[in-house]
Nanobody, 118 residues
Framework: QVQLVESGGGLVQPGGSLRLSCAAS???????????MAWYRQAPGKQRELVAS???????AYDDSVKGRFTISRDNAEKTVSLQMIGLNPEDTAVYYC?????????WGQGTQVTVSS
């Protein structure tokens, strides 16, 4: 069974920080390092959008709205991908999804809620 399980979401005040983690399991992810991993988010009434990605070689890319505030990283041995978020603002409120992609196939986690509010 293929699984991506996110954790670390919650309620945080503006300016605060959170660290999201995603753990991969299942036969498909037995060679985790071949997957491009990413974090997406979806706010109420909006489309799901790409927040950050990290390639098999460790190259990272970020949406302009999070550059300088979010950092994506991966641990191939632990089969995890993380998203460190600082300087959070209410516009970052969304459900955050972990994504794993190999060739043209996407795998998704169930999502974790991040709410930024005072």
């Amino acid at each position: 069974q293929v699984q991506l399980v996110e954790s670390g979401g919650g309620l945080v005040q503006p300016g605060g920080s959170l660290r999201l983690s995603c753990a991969a399991s299942g036969e498909i992810f037995s060679i985790f390092s071949i997957f491009t991993m990413a974090w997406y988010r979806q706010a109420p009434g909006k489309q799901r959008e790409l927040v950050a990605s990290i390639s098999t070689g460790g190259r990272t890319a970020y949406d302009d709205s999070v550059k300088g505030r979010f950092t994506i990283s991966r641990d191939n041995a632990e089969k995890t991908v993380s998203l460190q978020m600082i300087g959070l603002n209410p516009e970052d409120t969304a459900v955050y999804y972990c994504n794993g992609r190999f060739v043209n196939t996407d795998y998704w986690g169930q999502g974790t809620q991040v709410t930024v509010s005072s």
